[in-house]
């Protein structure tokens, strides 16, 4: 793979859609690099055209995209992907990887961390996995929220399978959050998942993150925890998920200047008004804006919850007065051409409004196809 000598070390942060890893994994490498470290990203999904690798190439971080399944699924391409990151002279080679998981798989132990530590482990180190969730969610998967809207069993299936295989829990926004429903959170789900240690971060505020990075940094993988998982329910939970990715050229025709962040606003805002009339419950909004051709520059936005705001994480500083490129990325419990259809008329109803048109040059939507891992050890393999 490569000529060093020195183990990589491989750390992987799962969750559930939304639950704030991409947020987590961009602190957590400037962390590194503050310390010393140098760092590659490598993030993951069903479909191409990620908000996800905008946003760390914004934080000027070498990142390689695997698109088209999740780890387990393109165990190769994975592989590849760490060697491209570590095919630079030896003083710039990443001394950490950090690696983002589709937020929409589970038995991430059997199919990734365990073939990378058995079969490639003269190369890398092996973290522990954490799995973060977001507080609202969680509470209503777990039945402390009966009042808030949720997903079917078979995707709540999933979810509470990513729990159940994690070493460390984390529970992230504890700054939205009061002491008693934080409590109420831990306690649910130290009494489910006894085994994992429970941390509280707020990604965003920076919030006890520090004390959980050194820990997965100095330790590895000792006796994992490997799911009694049913792979039928698993498929069939995915397939109620539908994806929807697209990339939009947006140019001002009288070449006006426009806000960029109240635009994204906007947008997300329309979307979640048609998907929450239709009945649909949105697992991950985002999407980025940024000028052409200047990726350092850049606005965010995130939706979580079909009944939630949207928030921007990035905002641009200046007004735009060029061609900027929308990334869009939307997972929700909805039919992949009723994701289209609302992605198509927030565009246009927004656009309009702003006397701003819009360009695709990518778009994509579908169902997650039957996961079908690469490998899955255990213990005795």
Not at 31 to 40: A, E, F, K
Not at 305 to 312: F, K, R, Y
């Amino acid at each position: 793979m490569t000529d060093r000598m020195d183990k990589a070390q491989y750390i992987m942060i799962g969750g559930f859609l939304g639950a704030g890893k991409t947020t987590t994994i961009g602190k957590y490498a400037r962390h590194l690099r503050d310390v010393g470290h140098r760092v590659g990203l490598i993030t993951n999904d069903q479909g191409m055209g990620l908000v996800d690798s905008a946003l760390g190439r914004a934080g000027d971080f070498p990142v390689e995209e695997i698109a088209g399944g999740c780890f387990c699924c393109r165990f190769s391409t994975l592989l590849e992907a760490a060697r491209t990151l570590a095919d630079v002279p030896k003083e710039e080679r990443p001394t950490v990887f950090l690696a983002e998981p589709v937020g929409s798989c589970t038995d991430l132990v059997a199919t990734v961390s365990l073939p990378l530590q058995k079969i490639y482990g003269d190369y890398y180190q092996v973290s522990p996995l954490s799995v973060m969730v977001d507080p609202t969610r969680a509470l209503r998967a777990l039945g402390r929220d009966p009042s808030g809207k949720t997903f079917s069993k078979n995707v709540i299936y999933i979810y509470k399978k990513q729990l159940e295989e994690a070493e460390h829990i984390v529970i992230n926004k504890i700054d939205s959050l009061s002491e008693e429903t934080l409590a109420t959170l831990h306690d649910a789900l130290a009494n489910e998942y006894p085994h994992a240690k429970i941390h509280a971060v707020s990604a965003r505020q920076g919030t006890g993150l520090n004390p959980w990075f050194d820990e997965l940094l100095n330790s590895e993988i000792d006796l994992p925890r490997l799911l009694d998982i049913d792979y039928e329910r698993y498929g069939e939970g995915e397939a109620l998920l539908g994806w929807h990715n697209r990339t939009v050229e947006i140019t001002s025709p009288s070449d006006i200047e426009f806000d960029g962040n109240s635009l994204l606003e906007a947008l997300a805002h329309a979307l979640r008004d048609s998907l929450s009339t239709s009945g649909y419950e949105v697992a991950h909004l985002k999407m980025t804006l940024t000028p052409l051709g200047d990726p350092f520059a850049i606005a965010a936005v995130n939706l979580t919850h079909s009944d939630s705001e949207p928030e921007l994480s990035h905002h641009l500083g200046d007004p735009l007065e060029d061609t900027a490129e929308l990334l869009l990325n939307i997972r929700a419990e909805a039919p992949p051409e009723a994701l289209d259809t609302a992605v198509e008329d927030a565009l246009k109803t927004v656009l309009t409004t702003r006397d701003l048109s819009g360009t695709t040059t990518r778009s994509e939507h579908f169902r997650p196809g039957f996961p079908t891992p690469t490998h899955r050890l255990t213990h005795a393999s």
